[in-house]
Antibody
């Protein structure tokens, strides 16, 4: 059974960089039929795509966040990571990592396995 | 981008009743690329339906999806206590993929 687990700081100061890692177990991040994505959910609100990465490093980013987002992959550790720069209070959210079971649609597709999510609060 | 509008915002029903949730798209969703998720408090979303009508692995058959074009429906034939949750639709036929605002199914 594929499992994903987010890790990283729960509190980030305004203007700093949010950094999260997703560790994949029970399967290989080098699968040629999967993208790996980040999604966030502000408290009490809906879901928002952040972006996704393929095992070879190809990435897709939401256009509204593109200037601040970097997603990378480390196949040796079966992990992928998210960096979001210049954060503000508006970036406070639960951040989820998830799998997209597709090799063709990195900017969309359904998500079949999710991490439990991690709340990141932006505050001084 | 395709905007998804879910209705109603809240559905108040009793266990055993039928739930009908609507998801309307601002433009046609190609290939019926629409998914439904269930989210319970403090949990990640769980995939229920993909391709508008295909149940994900392990999903009970009381959950069914239908629709095409701009109008999609999730039906729960008989509500079980564990079905009270928030439900989201997501389209992946247009770029970027987008989510609806959710429908909360609460106990009446």
């Amino acid at each position: 059974q594929l499992q994903l687990q987010e890790s990283g700081p729960a509190l980030v100061k305004p203007s700093e960089t949010l950094s999260l890692t997703c560790t994949v177990s029970g399967g290989s991040i080098s699968s040629t039929t999967s993208f790996w994505g980040w999604i966030r959910q502000p408290p009490g609100k809906g879901l928002e795509w952040i972006g996704s990465v393929y095992y070879n490093g190809n990435t897709y980013y939401n256009t509204t966040l593109r200037s601040r987002v970097t997603i990378s992959v480390d196949t040796s550790r079966n992990q992928f990571s998210l960096k979001l720069t210049s954060v503000t209070a508006a970036d406070t959210a639960v951040y989820y990592c998830a799998r997209l079971p597709t090799q063709w649609l990195p900017d969309r597709y359904y998500l079949d396995y999710w991490g439990q999510g991690t709340l990141v609060t932006v505050s001084s | 981008e395709i905007v998804l509008t879910q209705s109603p915002g809240t559905l108040s029903l009793s266990p055993g009743e039928r739930a009908t949730l609507s998801c309307r798209a601002s433009q046609s969703v190609s290939s019926s690329y629409l998914a439904w998720y269930q989210q319970k408090p403090a949990q990640a979303p769980r995939l229920l339906i993909y391709g508008a009508s295909n149940r994900a692995t392990g999903i009970p058959d009381r959950f069914s999806g239908s629709g095409s074009g701009t109008d999609f429906t999730l039906t729960i034939s008989r509500l079980e206590p564990e079905d009270f949750a928030v439900y989201y639709c997501q389209q992946y036929g247009g770029s970027p993929g987008t989510f609806g605002g959710g429908t909360k199914v609460e106990i009446k």
